[in-house]
């Protein structure tokens, strides 16, 4: 397996691998890998020549009262499960590397990215598309795999990639949860024993929810408050639970057919994230 640093030389020879004929299939990740990002290369590994993997805690996505300083790292670790999974090359820059000190330009979707999580994070999706923009000019791949568990960023991708005509196919794979329903995250490590068993209240709600709202869709504003209510009672702080149109992200309408059950929440000072996708 190859390890990069620079931007240049994967650049470079992500170039040649086009250039003789070579597909190239691209993860991008924040490290501290788990179950969830290993999905994603298998799929990945099934369909390229060359899988690569990027593992970089990028400073733009984050707030400056976020976890970036205390985002867990573990890069042997990683390097040994991405080695496992057949990955071919990993690039993992300095932020230094990746951005310039006197660095003048972003990438931002302005529409996708606005609800949900742009409300109480609102300049994280712009970091996440200028880092998503760079990293495929980079790695040239042929298709990019995006993980549900993080579905508006998804949607956000795929909308950049259509608007701004990136040669790029976005793959979205499903969400992958622990045996007891907890969407696996890199955050849950920030989680004590007693929080993460109050945290299973988020997929459980949202299933009653779902299930509520696929039997009967004027069930949506009720089976919501009762989602907050039960996240709530097992000591979380609620940042939203919606349900959205998965195609534009807004209140659904009698056209609607697939929607988003959506949930944020802080248990202790970890914000976590989950959603169920289903038609209506
Ligand atoms: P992150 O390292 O958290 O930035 O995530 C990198 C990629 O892995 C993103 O496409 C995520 O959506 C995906 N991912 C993270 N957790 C999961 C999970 N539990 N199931 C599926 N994909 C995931």
Known sequence: MKIFQSGAEL?????????????????????????GHMSLIDIARKKADVVIVSIFVNPTQFAPNEDFDRYPRDFDGD??????????????????????????TWVEETVLSKPLCGISRPTFYRGVTTVVAKLFLLAQPDFAVFGLKDAQQCFVIQRMVRDMNFPVEIIPAPLVRDADGLALSSRNRYLSADERSRALSIHRSLLAAKARIAADRRTIAAAVEEAKVAITAAGGRVDYVEVLDCDTLQTPTDASRRVILAAAAFFGTTRLIDNEIFNL
């Open 11 to 35: 650049q470079k020879y992500a170039l040649e691998l086009k250039r003789s004929g070579r597909t190239i299939g691209f993860v991008p990740t924040m490290g501290f890998l788990h179950d």
């Open 79 to 104: 390097v040994a499960k991405c080695a496992a999974h057949g990955a071919d090359v990993i690039y993992a820059p300095e932020a230094a590397e990746m951005y310039r000190p006197d660095a003048s």
